[in-house]
């Protein structure tokens, strides 16, 4: 019953940088300390693979060896959004972002995660 809404993607050129928002609405389980918000990416021919994520009762978060110093996760609680601020973008961060929400912090396993946003594409270009 939880409904994801990702935006804030578009074409960049390398070494630009975007802002992605994921909006969550619907009943979770937000209270519980181990309630996590994940971002994942999917490029053709690969499997989704994971970007970054956030503890959502407290500040604690982790990112892919990937994306580590350039990416940045945070949540407003307020207005029950996660963002994922992308910095110095490359071509082979090309890829459609997705949120998700899980259960298990410190997991880079997309099993782990159980509500999924429809995606929103990012296009890096050389």
């Known amino acids: 019953q939880v409904q994801l809404v990702e935006s804030g993607g578009g074409l960049v050129q390398a070494g630009g940088s975007l802002r992605l928002s994921c909006t969550i609405s619907g009943r979770t389980f937000r209270t519980v300390s181990t309630f996590v918000m994940g971002w994942f990416r999917q490029s053709p021919g690969k499997e989704r693979e994971f970007v970054a994520a956030?503890?959502?009762?407290?500040?604690?978060?982790y990112f892919a060896d990937s994306v580590a110093g350039r990416f940045t996760i945070s949540r407003d609680l307020a207005k029950n959004t996660v963002y994922l601020f992308m910095n110095s973008l490359k071509p082979e961060d090309t890829a459609v972002y997705y949120c998700?929400?899980?259960?298990?912090?410190?997991?880079?396993?997309?099993?782990?995660?159980?509500?999924w946003g429809q995606g929103t594409q990012v296009t890096v270009s050389s």
């Open positions: 998700a929400t899980g259960y298990r912090f410190g997991s880079t396993d997309v099993r782990d995660f159980e509500s």
């Open positions: 956030t503890r959502w009762s407290v500040d604690s978060t």
